[in-house]
């Protein structure tokens, strides 16, 4: 056995330490793929509404891709501030 912080750490805690972070770490990494997914759908509707409104027709792909997700990130920031704001 070892001592941190002047606590025992008997071998069973230390495995389980371990197996606490990589299951966190395994959360996390699903997380922020879901966050890429939902970012990706934004910007899907984000361009639908460009090439139905005929908004689109003036510019390039690049261009139309760009601010799809430049639309999609103002989205997810408001989605994170709570949603709509009151004026």
């Known amino acids: 056995m070892e001592t941190s912080g002047g606590l025992i750490v008997t071998p069973d805690m230390r495995s389980k330490g371990q197996e606490y972070r990589r299951t966190m770490a395994g959360l996390e990494a699903e997380v922020a793929s879901l966050r890429i997914a939902l970012r990706d759908q934004f910007a899907m509707a984000a361009l639908q509404g460009f090439l139905a ?9 690049d261009d139309d ?5 430049k639309w999609a990130d103002a989205m997810l920031k408001a989605r994170a501030a709570g949603g709509e704001k009151d004026e």
Not at 53 to 61: I, L, P, V
Not at 65 to 69: D, E, L
């Open 53 to 61: 409104s005929g908004m689109a027709e003036s510019s390039t792909y």
């Open 65 to 69: 891709a760009g601010s799809a997700y």
